[in-house]
């Protein structure tokens, strides 16, 4: 790599990521290439974000068109790709309305907002706490950290925000528990992605979606990792069989373009009226752009083959001694070691150009959503050297 570019990083850059050293110089499709030309097949996606891979035409077509059209607007007007967006995220999943923010954490906000206000409205105050699962991720600012159900992530920023207590996942009764006259929302992933790639229990996901209505406690399923495709169904919750209030997004929503989006269902679509919440950049023409090509993509036929692929590709990697274990859903998964250390073979995987995430203990791996069935024999074949030596 350019030396001379790490340096300029390190000195500039405030030292929060503990960078690998490659400095990546351009890309297409799911491979990407370094200073000196070498190839790598990226099993990372940018952390679930290039969901059509590197560069892909059609998606760099519509988005430099919508550059050389309309780049900025703010939200006092009304434009083309907001509104075809929204009425997309909302033909797709159900939902009747949604709002536009700019990362996960931030639609995570949103959601937060929106339930307490719905409480508010209905029941007054004093119904605002929210229950999250141990072992999530929801996000760094600091009320999304709050509701992020790991200790690791409560220090240094004191104070924290109060209202948000921790159930254990796939253990009805600790939910039971909590969701008592002071909680307005529940909030979980489906499959906990930074917590480890595990996927909840069917079971438990339908008794809280059950008791959240018996209840009227919103329930929000945060789809920032596991949307837009990356399971195999357009939302995770599909393949659980419920219909959350509250569904957030982003990650791979823009196809590489910063976005987040909150989804809510017609219950407390109209909660959030005017100038209770905004963002300067929600809802950006150029960021929309990208997103809509992202969806017109993403139709029945191809979720199927993301599931199809996903099979596959798990299927491959469970014939490799070494792995004991694969998590997940569709082309989301977690590889458990039995002797490895997960953060060591990324580090090969690195050095023999293939990039693949860590999630706690296993390897994770969320390739963009477009790899063909030759890709993966290929990145199966690399895994397989790696675990092997
Ligand atoms: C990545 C992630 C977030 C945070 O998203 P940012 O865009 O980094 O703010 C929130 N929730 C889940 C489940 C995530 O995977």
């Known amino acids: 790599m350019t030396k001379s570019i790490?340096?300029?990083?390190?000195?500039?850059?405030?030292?929060?990521?503990?960078?690998?050293?490659?400095?990546?110089?351009?890309?297409?499709?799911?491979?990407?290439?370094?200073v000196e030309g070498k190839e790598y097949i990226d099993l990372s996606a940018g952390i679930g974000v290039n969901s059509l891979g590197f560069?892909?035409?059609?998606?760099?077509?519509?988005?430099?068109?919508?550059?050389?059209?309309?780049?900025?607007?703010?939200n006092l007007f009304y434009s083309q790709p907001c509104a075809l967006l929204a009425k997309s995220l909302c033909e797709k999943t159900g939902c009747d309305k949604?709002?536009?923010?700019?990362?996960?954490?931030?639609?995570?906000?949103?959601?937060?907002?929106?339930?307490?206000?719905?409480?508010?409205?209905?029941?007054?105050?004093?119904?605002?706490?929210?229950?999250?699962?141990?072992?999530?991720?929801?996000?760094?600012?600091?009320?999304?950290?709050?509701?992020?159900?790991?200790?690791?992530?409560?220090?240094?920023?004191?104070?924290?925000?109060?209202?948000?207590?921790?159930?254990?996942?796939?253990?009805?009764?600790?939910?039971?528990?909590?969701?008592?006259?002071?909680?307005?929302?529940?909030?979980?992933?489906?499959?906990?992605?930074?917590?480890?790639?595990?996927?909840?229990?069917?079971?438990?996901?339908?008794?809280?979606a059950e008791l959240c209505n018996k209840k009227d406690v919103l329930l929000i399923i945060d789809e920032v990792q596991t949307g837009v495709g990356r399971t195999g169904k357009f939302l995770a919750s599909e393949h659980f069989g419920i219909k959350p209030d509250i569904t957030t997004l982003a990650k791979g929503l823009g196809g590489g373009l910063p976005i987040g989006a909150v989804l809510a269902n017609?219950?407390?679509s109209a909660t959030l009226g005017f100038s209770m919440h905004g963002s300067t950049f929600g809802g950006n023409p150029i960021v929309c752009a990208g997103a809509n090509y992202v969806l017109a993509r993403l139709d029945d036929d191809f979720l199927f083959s993301v599931e199809q692929k996903g099979e596959y590709f798990k299927e491959k990697l469970q014939e490799i001694d070494e792995i004991e274990s694969v998590s997940g859903l569709g082309l989301m998964m977690g590889l458990k070691l039995k002797t490895k250390t997960s953060s060591d073979v990324v580090?090969?995987?690195?050095?023999?150009?293939?990039?693949?995430?860590?999630?706690?203990?296993?390897?994770?791996?969320?390739p963009p959503l477009v790899i063909t069935y030759d890709e993966i024999d290929k990145a199966v074949a690399i895994i397989k050297s790696i675990l092997e030596k």
């Open 6 to 34: 790490k340096d300029i990083d390190k000195k500039y850059v405030m030292n929060s990521y503990n960078r690998y050293d490659l400095e990546i110089v351009e890309g297409m499709g799911v491979n990407c290439y370094d």
């Open 55 to 74: 560069c892909e035409m059609g998606w760099v077509a519509s988005v430099t068109q919508q550059v050389c059209k309309l780049n900025h607007t703010s």
């Open 98 to 208: 949604v709002f536009f923010a700019n990362s996960g954490a931030e639609a995570n906000e949103g959601a937060i907002k929106l339930a307490r206000k719905y409480s508010f409205d209905k029941y007054g105050k004093g119904r605002d706490k929210i229950v999250t699962l141990v072992n999530s991720f929801h996000g760094r600012t600091v009320a999304t950290l709050s509701a992020t159900g790991q200790d690791v992530f409560h220090n240094y920023f004191f104070p924290f925000n109060e209202g948000f207590e921790y159930a254990t996942a796939n253990d009805f009764a600790s939910v039971e528990k909590l969701v008592d006259e002071s909680v307005c929302a529940v909030m979980m992933e489906l499959v906990q992605g930074e917590g480890g790639v595990i996927a909840l229990d069917r079971d438990f996901v339908k008794k809280v």
């Open 266 to 268: 017609e219950k407390c």
């Open 347 to 366: 580090k090969e995987g690195i050095k023999r150009g293939i990039i693949m995430l860590t999630a706690k203990d296993k390897v994770r791996l969320l």
